[in-house]
């Protein structure tokens, strides 16, 4: 079952269906409010941008998303002809300008991300920020209250690594001055718990 629902994610139509299924537009719709929270104009840069799901939620803003997928890049810029996809894994080197954008998302990545790959990544960010820009990161994490049902299912996941709150904010802490984080039980309808951290250069 879990391998099935892991092909059925490799492809946009699938992990658009999975998406609306457990509940995730409502998540992200949590996410812009209460986290994200853009305003118009402002300059976006996603790191692991998948289809573009988050893209609906937001205000009208200068987006450019990144991700190795080359069918989700295709079913993304379909989607959304206003914004910039770019079929690749962002680097130091592939990073569209420095202290240009206001907001860096990487919803759902660090956890697929060892940790030297996960510092690269919040490197990039911050090279990408403006000076006060933040970044919004979103994973399943591991705390001593969850449910059973919620540690069966990320053991699960396709992400090989998740970890405790105090690892995910020792990675940021090692890049950005000021880091905040929050643990959520109540984002999917699945069982599931994330850390959401907002990292500010």
């Known amino acids: 079952m879990i391998e099935t629902i892991r092909s059925v994610l490799a492809v946009p139509w699938g992990y658009q269906f999975f998406f609306n299924v457990i509940g995730a537009r409502e998540r992200s719709r949590i996410l812009v409010r209460e986290y994200i929270q853009p305003r118009q104009g402002d300059r976006i840069l996603e790191i692991g941008c998948g289809p573009g799901t988050i893209i609906p939620f937001l205000p009208k803003t200068e987006y450019v998303g990144f991700d190795a997928s080359p069918v989700y890049i295709k079913r993304a810029r379909n989607r959304f002809p206003d914004g910039k996809f770019v079929c690749e894994r962002v680097s130091q080197y592939t990073l569209p300008q420095r202290e240009y954008f206001d907001i860096v998302l990487a919803l ?3 956890h697929h991300l060892a940790d030297e790959e996960a510092l690269q990544l919040f490197r990039i960010a911050y090279a990408g920020l403006k000076p006060r820009g933040k970044v919004v990161t979103l994973d399943g994490v591991w705390t001593k209250h969850q449910s059973r049902a919620s540690r069966y ?9 998740i970890r405790e709150e105090k690892a995910y904010i020792s990675l940021a802490q090692e890049v950005f001055p000021t880091v905040r984080s929050s643990i959520r039980h109540d984002l999917l309808r ?3 718990t994330h850390i959401i951290m907002e990292c500010v250069r």
Do not use: E, K, L, N
Not at 153 to 160: E, P, Y
């Open 108 to 110: 759902g990545i660090v």
């Open 153 to 161: 299912i990320q053991a699960r996941d396709r992400g090989h690594f």
């Open 190 to 192: 699945i069982p599931y």
